[in-house]
């Protein structure tokens, strides 16, 4: 599998929004870009992909450089809520989801 | 939606005894995983179904453990006999399809702890 790279955490305040870089300079061209994340003590959670075309969806957005090598995902206002670890993923051609070690998000109220 | 169920949430046992792990999919998806969680390792593919039938056990530890999926709603991974080291969260998931655009679902999990 392609490798990503993400910072080890992030804090940021409540209401303001949250902007999470991934690294992932070996991508192909048919590898899928998934995001997810997992709130304390609880199961993974998808929370967007993409492949080319930046995305957005009712939790975040996912903002694509034109030569895939990086992607950043966006939460527009964090909430506590928000606060899990956030997993970067590259998906090709099956069904493997293979997670590294994710970026923290730290919330403050 | 119920989402995907998993039971029982928690399981204390000793080592020696056999420890089965059950899982409901979410109706209509035709894939279904088995992962594991530890500290040590993150999250590890264990093994994936499709269609009740196994296509990818190589993330099975060994030969003390086992999964099979008689049906569309229903899963187990079982341990026989457990060991500490399998202490763990243990996530089933599953899927509409197992393409690389598909949404994995997963489960609350297990919390496994073998003394």
């Known amino acids: 599998d392609a490798k990503t790279t993400q910072p080890n955490s992030m804090e940021s305040n409540e209401e303001e929004p949250v902007h999470l870089p991934c690294n992932h300079s070996t991508i192909s061209g048919t590898d899928y870009i998934h995001w997810y994340r997992q709130l304390p003590s609880q199961g993974p959670e998808y929370v967007i992909h993409g492949l080319t075309s930046n995305v957005n969806n009712r939790m975040a957005s996912l903002a694509i450089a034109e030569d895939r090598k990086s992607s950043t995902l966006i939460l527009h206002r964090a909430t506590l809520r928000d606060a899990a670890v956030y997993y970067c993923i590259l998906r090709r051609s099956d069904y493997k989801l293979s997670f590294g070690a994710g970026t923290t998000v730290t919330v403050r109220a | 939606d119920a989402g995907v169920i998993q039971s029982p949430r928690h399981e204390v046992t000793e080592m020696g005894q056999e420890v089965t792990l059950r899982c409901k999919p979410i109706?209509?998806?035709?894939?279904l995983f088995w992962y594991r969680q530890t500290m040590m390792r993150g999250l590890e593919l264990l093994i994936y179904?499709?269609?009740?039938?196994?296509?990818?056990d190589s993330g099975m530890p060994e030969d003390r453990f086992s999964a099979k999926m008689p049906n569309a709603s229903f899963s187990t991974l079982k341990i026989q006999p457990s060991e500490p080291r399998d202490s763990a969260v243990y996530f089933c998931?599953?899927?509409?399809?197992?393409?690389?655009?598909?949404?994995?679902?997963f489960g609350p999990g297990t919390r496994l702890l073998v003394l």
């Open positions: 179904f499709n269609n009740n039938v196994p296509i990818d």
């Open positions: 998931a599953s899927s509409f399809a197992g393409g690389p655009g598909e949404t994995q679902y």
């Open positions: 109706s209509g998806h035709n894939s």
